[in-house]
């Protein structure tokens, strides 16, 4: 089933007028990113935390992330005009952020708060590799993995999960996404990956 145009144009209306209260927030990665690619993976994961449905807002981010990452290192190493298709292969890992740091992105602003080394487990290898923080919760969270978020204070036989326990994660991936999007905005306009340039870009606001 398709929309007809008069039905696309009064969605698009409703639809920002229910998200107007954040509108700045969501403008700030589109005006710095300007890539459909993966910017809608920012924008729709702020849409869905700000209405609390943090699982679906916490994969959204980190599938973002992991988009920006691929996506800008295939049109950086490619010659092509048209955009080629990134690699089926390379996903979100140690390895992609390390060659992205080689290649001048900001990777250092997609530690977590108080992960201070994260440098140190990027660069690690097997057998003692770890997973910097961002690679651990895409693994997790995109695979369905949420035991670490399991409330198990009232014992083993009380325990549970409601989607509310991811909300500190989407608080922290919140962060991290609006200093990458205007790092990587920075970096990709000057390596002219972009549509269009001198946009005015936007403050967020936060709550």
Excluded at 132 to 144: A, D, F, L, M, T
Aim: net charge negative.
């Amino acid at each position: 089933m398709r929309y007809s145009g008069a039905d696309h144009q009064e969605h698009i209306v409703k639809h920002f007028q229910k998200c107007g209260d954040w509108a700045q927030e969501r403008n700030y990665f589109f005006e710095w990113l300007c890539a459909g690619e993966f910017h809608w993976f920012f924008v729709q994961g702020l849409d869905a935390i700000k209405n609390e449905f943090y699982v679906p807002g916490v994969s959204s981010l980190l599938n973002g992330i992991e988009a920006s990452l691929r996506v800008t290192i295939t049109q950086i190493s490619s010659e092509d005009i048209a955009l080629p298709e990134p690699s089926q292969y390379k996903v979100l890992s140690n390895n992609l952020i390390k060659q992205a740091k080689e290649l001048g992105l900001p990777v250092e602003l997609l530690a977590f708060p108080g992960e201070d080394d994260f440098h140190e487990n990027l660069e690690s290898v097997k057998p003692n590799k770890v997973d910097v923080c961002i690679v651990k919760q895409r693994n997790n969270i995109c695979h369905g993995n949420i035991f670490e978020f399991i409330n198990s204070e009232l014992g083993p036989e009380n325990s549970f999960f409601t989607p509310v326990s991811l909300k500190p994660l989407a608080e922290s991936l919140l962060t991290i996404s609006f200093a990458w999007a205007q790092a990587l905005g920075k970096f990709r306009r000057q390596h002219q990956l972009l549509d269009h340039d001198n946009l005015k870009i936007p403050e967020p606001t936060h709550d």
